[in-house]
């Protein structure tokens, strides 16, 4: 069977967790399919790989618009395929017109969802009335819908009613154990300024409101003071939230010693050095269908604190593989009342910072949760046999 992957990331031009999950399924999938990927951006050397730019006449356009003219183009590249697979609402468009034009089954991975993202209206403008119009489209439209949690089953039932609740199935996103393992050199701390003997605290992420950073530089002012501080974050969504976490980057750094800002994209080998030394890793999303990145610490044996929101209580098992922090939250995300998320965020993180044996142990039961539940080979294969049901 021939499958068409439709993304907005492919390595290297990977910013987020649907990146990295296109990563790891692309590969996992071409062991059981003839797989084609066709993602944005800059042409790939990988063979099977095919990648769009947006097209001439829309170079100027409003963003929404110019995703839209590259999935027409991907959508006629289609031709040939068994089933399309897209993932966001980057792709999704791509996958509808693909399944009108060519009579082809087509699957979506929902790694987010608009209407739970209006923050984006800051972003897009406009565009973002577009983004939501192509996501409820296609997703109508789809022969299958696959979530990447519980919590994201939920929310796309309850954001879509109109989709068949039969029609959409549960699909984890994955790890993969063995590039994700502990590393225990320390080049890659003293390359960034992080002082191994001391016990640090750090974030892995992009600088959206999604991700919840704002928050978690208020609870910083209240952890432990001999702790460092590590924020492996970049990519920003707008100039104004830049300006706003650079703010208060600055004032954090003023109140204490250790706070390192590494703003590039790390390649994957220096993160795993970074999140292995880790005392805890930290994620305060508003936001969270499934979290990958937690995955990625646990696996490297990191004890993690969270928010228990979306599909992370699914991956990060509270009080034996890190801790969870309740939130209560409005209709866009944001906590009624930011103050207590984050003192009880600061709370949590100085838990384990003060009792570094019940991180070590959360660690090494994080590192086996993930080994046991979350593969790439089982994800691939129940992917697969989601494909095949639509055939028959």
Not at 75 to 97: K, L, M, P, R
Not at 130 to 155: F, Y
Request: hydrophobic share 40%; aromatic share 6%; with cysteine.
């Amino acid at each position: 069977m021939r499958v068409d992957l439709l993304t907005r990331e492919y390595p290297p031009e990977v910013y987020g967790g649907a990146g990295v999950h296109m990563e790891y399924l692309a590969r996992e999938l071409r062991r059981l399919a003839d797989v084609r990927v066709r993602c944005f951006g800059a042409s790939r050397d990988e063979p099977g790989v095919s990648a769009y730019r947006v097209p001439a006449g829309l170079q100027e356009a409003n963003a929404a618009l110019q995703v839209l003219g590259v999935d027409l183009e991907m959508a006629a590249a289609c031709e040939g395929a068994g089933v399309v697979h897209s993932h966001t609402w980057y792709a999704n468009f791509a996958g509808h017109v693909a399944k009108m034009l060519h009579g082809v089954p087509h699957v979506i991975t929902t790694h987010s969802l608009e209407p739970l993202r209006p923050w984006k209206a800051e972003q897009l403008g406009g565009g973002y009335t577009i983004s939501s119009w192509a996501e409820r489209t296609a997703l109508a439209g789809a022969d299958a819908v696959i979530a990447v949690s519980e919590g994201m089953r939920r929310d796309v039932l309850a954001a879509y009613p109109e989709i068949p609740q039969e029609r959409v199935s549960v699909i984890h996103n994955g790890i993969d154990t063995a590039e994700y393992a502990p590393d225990r050199g320390d080049d890659v701390l003293k390359k960034h300024g992080v002082d191994p003997s001391r016990p640090y605290v750090i974030f892995v992420g992009r600088i959206t409101r999604q991700k919840g950073l704002v928050h978690l530089l208020h609870a910083a002012r209240s952890f432990d003071a001999g702790a460092q501080i590590v924020l492996c974050a970049g990519a920003p969504d707008t100039p104004e939230i830049e300006a706003e976490v650079t703010g208060l980057v600055r004032e954090l750094s003023r109140e204490r010693d250790g706070v390192i800002w590494i703003s590039e994209m790390l390649p994957k080998p220096e993160v795993i050095q970074l999140l292995t030394h880790a005392s805890v890793f930290v994620c305060p999303s508003v936001y969270e269908p499934m979290g990958i990145v937690n995955l990625e610490a646990m696996a490297c044996e990191t004890a993690v604190v969270a928010t228990a929101t979306g599909g992370i209580p699914e991956v990060v098992a509270g009080g034996e593989t890190g801790l969870l922090v309740p939130i209560d939250q409005g209709a866009d995300g944001t906590p009624h009342d930011p103050e207590r998320f984050a003192a009880d965020f600061a709370e949590r993180v100085n838990e384990l910072l003060e009792n570094p044996a019940r991180a070590a142990r959360m660690g090494v039961a994080g590192r086996a949760r993930a080994v046991e539940h979350f593969s790439w080979e089982r994800i691939a294969h129940r992917t697969m046999d989601l494909y095949t049901s639509l055939r028959t």
